[in-house]
């Protein structure tokens, strides 16, 4: 099994454990990951702030060099859901409306490249959950998990607005996966709930508020489990400035999921890059 | 277009329906429910709720629209475009008042169109987003020293868990977009 795949700026950047465990964990897992030639940013949540044309072009162009890579690589792999959720537009919009899809191919055919729409987008979670599954999780597990009662945080864009996977209110889709580990599931009403995204860079007193209910929604758990570079960072990023505001010591360990797994799986700490994290994850070492 | 005390005017060469004209037909089913207000996360900060400014936007109020911090507030969870029960594209009409408002310099959005434009300015020269150089020129643009020290504390950690570098990565491939926006910008501009 082949998948082509996006990994986009964050995972080269800020979220680098985030590629790192990711390809280890896939690489365990036997499936290849072929890196889309000369990929560029999916827009982010600027292009769309910007420009409607844009926000549908810039995500277009990756997506036309990953159909001229051929037919006999699959689907296309995204870890963060911002990319997931501008690529999937981009391809559901041209889709849906010819005229978009001829003004897109206008700005790609200089550089020699066309969209037709042969490619589907999907996130890593959509992957692990519904081409992998716990079953075939479970057979790669060598460490249990059970010491650790783990909250699956999945944030917005890889549920909403198109609902590919999961239940965009009330998803479950990581459950699973976590309890093949042997870990526990924390219950609770956080996991959907705005991590305020690039409002904290923007209006830091507003997504810090945001990211307080979503740690003390996680107390009890021992740590909280992503699929998102954004949710990841702002999570982890300021929890003592949160923890001093809120008056109550709100840090906790955050993993991307392919990290959290990755250790059930019997991977090298260093090899998912644990030592990448903001947060203190002296709890798994 | 901004007066002296940097509060947008009106916009008296351009009719409400002109400028507002796109966005009025993505919302013309609007019935005033309120159910995006009750699923926004950031509604009890708003000075109109979603489900106000969305009445404003039918009604032309273009001062109205463009003074309130509502579309500033947003951070695109999608739950208002998930649940209204007339399925009206809620979050992307958000997303035109977010154009509009960095189009026309509008003082309340100035800081995020400035941290947008910052971003779309890195990735124009280098295919993909070089974090140090967009934070940097956010930074200048916003002329408050204020904000850079902010962020120092998770910037030295990013330098120290070497996510981000200071001196510029020679080795990273570089897929410059210039004539790619220009086209876009073209495009756009015969429409």
Not at chain 1, 128 to 140: R, W
Not at chain 2, 102 to 113: H, L, Q, S, T
Request: net charge positive; charged share 20%; glycine share 6%.
């Amino acid at each position: 099994m082949k998948y082509l795949y996006y990994p986009g700026c964050s995972l080269e950047g800020t979220a680098m454990e985030y590629d790192i465990s990711t390809r280890a964990l896939f690489d365990v897992l036997g499936i290849e990951l072929v890196e889309i030639d000369g990929w560029t940013c999916c827009g982010a949540s600027a292009a769309e702030a910007q420009s409607e044309l844009l926000s549908i072009a810039l995500p277009a162009r990756s997506l036309a060099i990953a159909e001229s890579m051929g037919t006999s690589i699959g689907d296309i792999l995204v870890p963060c859901s911002a990319c997931y959720l501008n690529l999937r537009r981009a391809a559901e919009e041209t889709r849906k409306d010819p005229d978009l899809l001829a003004r897109v191919n206008q700005v790609l055919e200089p550089e020699g490249l066309k969209l037709q729409g042969q490619k589907r987008v999907r996130h890593l979670l959509d992957v692990l959950s519904n081409d992998i599954g716990a079953m075939g999780l479970a057979e790669h597990i060598h460490t249990t998990m059970a010491r650790y009662l783990v909250a699956p945080y999945y944030g917005c864009q890889c549920l909403r607005p198109y609902v590919v996977f999961d239940d965009p209110e009330a998803p479950t889709s990581m459950e699973p996966l976590i309890l093949a580990t042997g870990a526990g599931v924390h219950g609770w009403h956080m996991a959907t709930k705005c991590c305020g995204a690039s409002l904290m860079n923007i209006k830091p007193e507003v997504a810090q508020k945001m990211v307080a209910a979503i740690l003390s929604g996680a107390r009890g758990a021992d740590a909280i489990v992503t699929v998102c570079p954004m949710c990841q960072v702002n999570l982890e990023g300021y929890q003592g400035r949160i923890s001093r505001s809120a008056h109550r010591d709100l840090h906790l360990p955050i993993l991307y999921l392919p990290q959290f797994l990755g250790l059930a799986m019997g991977i090298d700490r260093r090899a998912l890059s644990l030592e990448m994290n903001l947060s203190n994850l002296s709890a798994f070492f | 277009m901004l007066s002296a005390t940097g509060s947008p005017t009106v916009y008296p060469e351009e009719k409400a329906e002109d400028l507002l004209g796109p966005l009025q037909e993505k919302l013309c089913a609007c019935i005033q429910c309120g159910t995006c207000t009750a699923s926004c996360r950031n509604a009890h900060l708003m000075d109109f709720t979603p489900r106000r400014l969305w009445r404003l936007v039918l009604m032309g109020q273009t001062e109205e629209i463009f003074h309130s911090k509502t579309f500033a507030l947003c951070s695109a969870c999608y739950y208002c475009t998930l649940r209204c029960p007339r399925g009206l594209p809620l979050t992307d009409a958000m997303n035109l008042l977010k154009q509009l408002g960095a189009k026309k310099d509008v003082a309340g959005y100035r800081p995020n169109a400035r941290f947008y434009g910052s971003f779309l300015d890195s990735v124009r020269r280098h295919g993909r987003i070089n974090e140090v150089e967009f934070m940097r020129r956010y930074f200048i643009l916003m002329k408050n020293p204020a904000i850079p020290i902010k962020f120092t504390p998770l910037g030295i950690r990013l330098l120290r868990k070497k996510k981000i570098s200071m001196l510029p990565n020679k080795r990273k491939p570089e897929y410059p977009l210039d004539q790619f926006f220009q086209r876009v910008e073209k495009l756009e501009n015969q429409q």
